[in-house]
């Protein structure tokens, strides 16, 4: 996924703030899953949502106003209610900026675990590393 850093996602240094990656986390997410033909608004829609368990960020490098990001998002594991998904954020010349894990359940609408519909596992594990 592409993001380019506008003034807002950058404090009074012009560097991104810390935790505007875990929106581009979001973002990246969302869009992995879009790629590989589901819909976060559809998947609510069935009462099938998920919530992060765990954030892992190891900051390299600062982003700064100006600069396009590349987030490269992959799956390392994923079971009936659980995925793990793993990021490295580039800037446009290539250089590590970030490394991330997302640690996510899958929830039901009354927030309790759930399995997740099979298809969606299916296609997790299909789309590999």
Same mark, same amino acid.
């Given at each position: ?20 990656? $875990?929106?581009?986390? +979001? ?6 899953? +879009?790629? !590989? ?53 580039? !800037?446009? %010349?290539?250089? $590590? ?5 997302? %640690? ?5 609408? %009354?927030?309790?675990?759930? +399995? ?14």
């Amino acid at each position: 996924m592409k993001k380019k850093i506008y003034y807002h996602d950058t404090d009074c240094g012009g560097v991104v703030y810390y935790g505007n990656y $875990l929106k581009f986390l +979001e973002e990246a997410r969302s869009e992995y899953l +879009e790629n !590989n033909g589901f819909s976060v608004k559809d998947l609510m829609g069935r009462g099938v949502m998920f919530v992060v368990r765990r954030q892992e960020i190891d900051y390299k490098f600062p982003a700064v106003y100006g600069d396009t990001l590349d987030i490269r998002t992959w799956v390392v594991e994923s079971s009936p209610v659980r995925i793990r998904f793993a990021y490295e954020i580039k !800037n446009q %010349d290539g250089r $590590l900026l970030s490394k991330a894990v997302t %640690d996510m359940v899958c929830v039901g609408s %009354d927030l309790g675990v759930r +399995e997740m519909p099979p298809e969606l596992l299916a296609a997790l594990k299909s789309s590999g590393s």
